[in-house]
């Protein structure tokens, strides 16, 4: 058996869901390549938020002066999970070359700058799948405990404006006005208006999906094993056969690395493991997003539901969900919500994570067939349509519409 195409997107999360439809959209011919559902995975399971505002990379100077603590303590929003920490290494140095103060400056500068106009470029992506009732612009909060945490969030909220971040303080008063829901909160909240949210990322990733195939795009469920050069293009091994391809493009999240190496480019992609649990009927108690910052997680009014999800474990790719994190995300949602039920289901995904907190985007550097798209980390929703515009400019030999310099392979 083989098949052949114009372009290969191997991958079917969000980011390569979003290419694959983009590049349909040019006309051209796209085979979407993984043994999975499109959409599931991270895709689905995450906390629905385009973060326009997520301008801070995840190594700062304030984590790094945290980072011994992260080693201990099982219970942190950040973890690391011990038995990884070995194979964990060489990623955890970089993170902490890239958490000094000029390279977290310089990354954050870089984040903003691809996520200046995520929100813009998402209600565009949802009105075309048609679906833009699945957008909701009702902005996102942060919720400060206490005057201490008020205080600890001004200092963030400043280095965010100087980044071209719209954000409001607000009085716990004003808190109590727009979410009445919620329990009183005495260091108020930060409220970004330019925040969007898919109220269900699940139904959102179907629409996203079923559009790109009724704009040609054609799905091959089976593993991508291998890459190389061939003759025209790019040959790919699958668990259903060979691929021919004249350009690919890795989009396989958390399971890039492997393949990037085959295009000749050795990247430090590690795995940022996520969970969420559900309350089935409890959407009614918030109207946006809205994430306690002393514990890590958002509380997300999805349909029909209230989602917890969030925080960061650092732990590869082969581990069984951890109960203790589950545990604890139930407990920051009860210290919010004190009458919740039980969770009705629990989830566990797998993020691809970059020290440096950005994406991997760009030609290979030995294979320039082969485009990287991954690596998006906690940002892989926010980043897809910019993603997109991205390969879509290479791929027609135009001009990305950000700087992508930064973004590349080569920096490694």
């Given amino acids: 058996m083989g098949e052949s195409c114009e372009i290969a997107v191997i991958g079917a999360g969000v980011i390569g869901l979003a290419v694959a439809h983009r590049l349909a959209g040019e006309g051209r011919d796209v085979l979407l390549i993984d043994p999975a559902e499109p959409g599931s995975g991270a895709s689905h ?5 385009v973060a326009g505002y997520a301008v801070q990379p995840l190594g700062t100077p304030a984590m790094l002066r945290s980072l011994p603590s992260l080693l201990f303590d099982r219970d942190s929003p950040l973890s690391i999970r011990r038995a990884a920490i070995l194979s964990l290494a060489p990623w955890l140095v970089r993170l902490v070359v890239a958490s000094r103060p000029a390279a977290a400056a310089r990354g ?35 919720l400060y405990a206490d005057a201490a945490e008020g205080a600890a969030g ?20 004003d808190l109590a006005r727009m979410e009445p829901g919620l329990p009183a909160m005495a260091g108020g909240a930060a409220f970004f208006p330019g925040a969007r949210f898919l ?13 790109a195939r009724a704009r040609g795009v054609r799905l091959l469920r089976a593993a991508a094993r291998g890459l190389g050069p061939e003759a025209g293009g790019v040959g790919i091994a699958t668990g259903a056969g060979h691929v021919r391809a004249r350009r690919a493009v890795i989009a396989a999240g958390a399971h890039s690395r492997p393949l990037a190496r085959m295009a000749g480019d050795r990247v430090p992609l590690d795995t940022e493991r996520g969970y969420h649990l559900e309350y089935d009927g409890e959407e009614v108690r918030l109207t946006r997003p809205a994430c306690p910052v002393a514990r890590g ?10 989602r917890a999800a969030g925080t960061v474990e650092l732990g590869g790719l ?9 545990a604890r ?29 950005l994406p991997v985007v760009g030609p290979a550097r030995a294979l320039p067939e082969v485009i990287h798209a991954f690596g998006h980390g906690h940002l892989g929703v926010t ?23 930064g973004l590349s392979p080569g920096r490694f």
């Fill in 154 to 173: 001004a200092r963030d909220i400043a280095a965010r404006r100087a980044l071209g971040v719209t954000v409001e303080i607000l009085s716990p008063g």
């Fill in 297 to 306: 997680f958002y509380l997300c009014p999805m349909a029909g539901r209230l």
């Fill in 199 to 211: 109220r269900d990322p699940g139904r959102m990733m179907a629409r996203l999906a079923e559009d």
């Fill in 383 to 405: 980043l897809a349509p910019v993603t997109a515009a991205i390969v879509a400019a290479l791929v027609a030999g135009r001009t990305p519409p950000v700087d992508i310099a």
């Fill in 318 to 326: 082969g581990a069984p969900p951890s109960a203790r994190r589950i």
């Fill in 108 to 142: 954050a500068r870089l984040l903003a700058g691809l996520l200046a106009d995520a929100g813009d470029r998402w209600e565009g992506l949802a009105a075309e799948v048609g679906w833009p009732g699945g957008l909701a612009d009702r902005g996102c909060l942060y």
């Fill in 329 to 357: 995300l139930d407990e920051g949602a009860r210290a919010v919500f004190p009458d919740l039920p039980a969770p009705s289901r629990s989830w566990m995904g797998l993020r691809p994570s970059i020290p440096d907190s």
């Fill in 45 to 49: 399971g995450n906390a629905g938020t």
